[in-house]
Nanobody
């Protein structure tokens, strides 16, 4: 199994930046992809960004393109989400996810999840 631990959430003003981190442990040799999802209050969880672990290909949902950047540090088994030009509508709990199936890519599927880290963007 893979264990994922997120960090870096917090409160930021609109227009500001935050960097989320997700450290993976356990079954990291079987990771094919890692990604970030978010869930705002009373809304369904939505995909934010994904990254293929070996090839480094990335994919973003339209609403964060040009503002968010997903990256990785293979040596540390860590994935990052650099968030800039934050908007109040980015407020959500952000979840890290890992894809360990043979079909997993930056698009998914993801089968392991972290506990989440809260991001609040004030206007």
């Amino acid at each position: 199994q893979a264990q994922l631990v997120e960090s870096g959430g917090g409160l930021v003003q609109a227009g500001g930046s935050l960097r989320l981190s997700c450290a993976a442990s356990g079954r990291t040799s079987s990771m094919y992809a890692m990604g970030w999802f978010r869930q705002a209050p009373e809304k369904e969880r939505e995909f934010v960004a994904g990254l293929s672990w070996k090839g480094g290909r990335t994919y973003y949902t339209e609403s964060v393109k040009g503002r968010f950047t997903i990256s990785r540090d293979n040596a540390k088994n860590t994935v990052y989400l650099q968030m800039s030009s934050l908007k109040p509508e980015d407020t959500a709990v952000y979840y890290c996810a890992a894809g360990t199936t043979a079909y997993s890519s930056e698009y998914g599927p993801y089968d392991y999840w972290g506990q989440g880290t809260q991001v609040i963007v004030s206007s």
